[in-house]
């Protein structure tokens, strides 16, 4: 994990600069955690801390509540787009599983290439016809 992805995922933020920075009401990230929306993390004393990618995702939610979309509907998209992401990550394993195979059937074949006698020489077997005289008798 590097640096940038702990800072992302750390919980930072207070209930109301979380929802200043996305652009809510702090009621109203209380409401997408009951629904399961969001999960921020919680402190030894049980306060909520967001982090940047918490606020991430609530301004998706606020993006597709702005579009019409119901709660339920929010909740499904963003199981689809996780299970996309994911995917996208699988894909991107895949491919590269694919290109290593690739490279090490190319490279066997380049061994067994190498590896052809080259002392013999294919001869190509031609039919000639072959005239036969008929044999004097010798006296």
Known sequence: MSTNDSFDTRGVYVISVAAELAGMHPQTLR??????LIDPARTPGKNRRYSERDVQLLRRIQELTNAGVGLAGVQRILELEAQMDAMRNALRTLHAQVEAAQ???RAAEARVHREYRRD?????QAVVPVRVRPRRPTE
Do not use: D, F, Q, T
């Open 103 to 105: 490279e090490e059937v």
């Open 120 to 124: 013999l020489v294919p001869l190509r």
């Open 31 to 36: 409401v997408y955690e009951r629904k399961g």
